[in-house]
């Protein structure tokens, strides 16, 4: 998911992306999950960690190459997908899909931070 967000939010340099915390990381709609859902995404972060530590001697550009990637770590990342995507309560069949449910949801969570509510009315002084 997160990926997802960044692919389409983040700037680029060249063909580089250009992560920004305060755009990418600050304001990316992070699900609210239940403890289990917590734990289970914790462990299953782990296990791509896990996954990492057994090719001490490959670099990330090595083991994130789509062509070279080792089995066991891309089958970490998609458990950790599915139990990320399971917080979110959706599945979802694209990254389209996941950034159109992303921009909906930080919608959601954003739509009255700038509302004037409990703003005292403007206007007449009390004489006194």
Not at 99 to 110: G, I
Request: charged fraction near 35%.
């Amino acid at each position: 998911m997160h990926m997802a967000w960044m692919r389409y939010v983040c700037g680029r340099l060249k063909s580089d992306y250009r992560y920004s915390k305060d755009i990418v990381y600050n304001n990316f709609p992070w699900p609210e999950p239940t403890d289990k859902q917590r734990a289970d995404i914790e462990a299953a972060a782990q296990g791509v960690l896990d996954a990492r530590a057994r090719f001490p001697d490959s670099s990330l550009a090595d083991l994130y190459d789509p062509n070279t990637m080792p089995p066991e770590l891309a089958k970490a990342h998609d458990r950790l997908d599915r139990l990320v995507e399971k917080a979110y309560g959706k599945s979802f069949d694209s990254d389209a899909a996941r950034v159109a449910f992303l921009f909906e949801r930080y919608q959601k969570l954003t739509a009255d931070l700038f509302t004037e509510t409990g703003k005292k009315k403007a206007g007449r002084k009390s004489k006194g």
